[in-house]
């Protein structure tokens, strides 16, 4: 008998919620397809139709993750009046809401990933398109609304995002601050620092410099206790008065401003 999409789609979660289910209790090397299979009910041969390997099932996992995030970003209320920031942080919030009740098998996922980082990468995940997408549109309305300056690395912005993403989920993972508090203020600073630069046009003239080491010093930086949040804050502090530092240079009568400090956002 001949399975419907539904149906495949269906057997395909029950057997990644049995994976992570078992892998939390017994390790991601203690746990075998065997195990998977007959704990989602299905056939031993039958498991390999879906997923050939256990890393490509930690791949689905993610997958999912990442297209319910997505899903929930775009369905807030009032989503498409919020400003670039706001967008940012909610689809960041969405993320490390999805993955909150996993949270021991997500750190599980971490260090597989950095035990074998090829075989976690071998395969794309679906879902980075989509994320790259979503911050290529986020990019746009914000352009288009003229909230940043024009910029030319707007499809380049979504593949940092996955890997400024990846960098907080493990900040996240060792934050044992209340309700994760140290994370929050990571992702208001870090965030509200980056769509400052796009405002001011900062950031394509350090591509230009060499914006590559965005890329290839976040995951060092992303460590808890590494002293990012304080480097976070002196950088906000200073792209806030830079505006009026560029004001009295051009009209020295001009009183100054006084430096903006980082709003406190509600919880979601």
């Not at 630069?197 to 808890?224: D, E, I, K, T, Y």
Request: net charge positive; glycine share 8%; charged share 20%.
């Amino acid at each position: 008998m001949k399975t419907t999409r539904q149906q495949q789609d269906a057997t395909r979660r029950q057997i990644v919620a049995s994976a992570v289910d078992l892998m939390t209790r017994q390790g991601f090397d203690g746990t075998t397809m065997k195990d998977i299979a007959r704990a989602a009910g299905i056939g031993d041969a039958t498991i390999y139709k879906y997923f050939p390997t256990k890393d490509r099932i930690v791949l689905g996992y993610l997958d999912e993750a990442v297209r319910q995030a997505l899903a929930d970003t775009l369905q807030t209320p009032g989503f498409a009046g919020y400003g670039l920031q706001e967008k940012l942080q909610r689809l960041t919030d969405a993320m490390l809401e999805r993955l909150l009740p996993d949270r021991e098998f997500v750190a599980q996922v971490r260090a597989l990933a950095r035990r074998s980082p090829l075989s976690m990468l071998a395969e794309p995940l679906a879902a980075r398109q989509g994320l790259r997408e979503a911050v290529t549109s986020f990019l746009e309305a914000a352009e288009a609304s003229g909230e940043i300056e024009p910029c030319d690395f707007k499809g380049m912005a979504g593949g940092l995002y996955t890997d400024y993403l990846a960098g907080v989920v493990a900040y996240w993972l060792a934050d044992t601050s209340d309700e994760f508090a140290d994370t929050t203020q990571l992702v208001d600073l870090s965030l509200g620092v980056l769509v400052q630069m796009l405002r001011s046009g900062l950031v394509n003239r350090m591509l230009q410099l060499g914006g590559f080491v965005l890329r290839s010093q976040m995951a060092r930086l992303a460590q808890h206790g590494s002293g990012l949040v304080g480097v976070l804050q002196l950088a906000t502090q200073a792209m806030a008065g830079a505006p009026a530092a560029a004001a009295r240079a051009a009209h020295p009568a001009a009183p100054a401003k006084p430096a903006a400090t980082p709003r406190k956002r509600k919880p979601a």
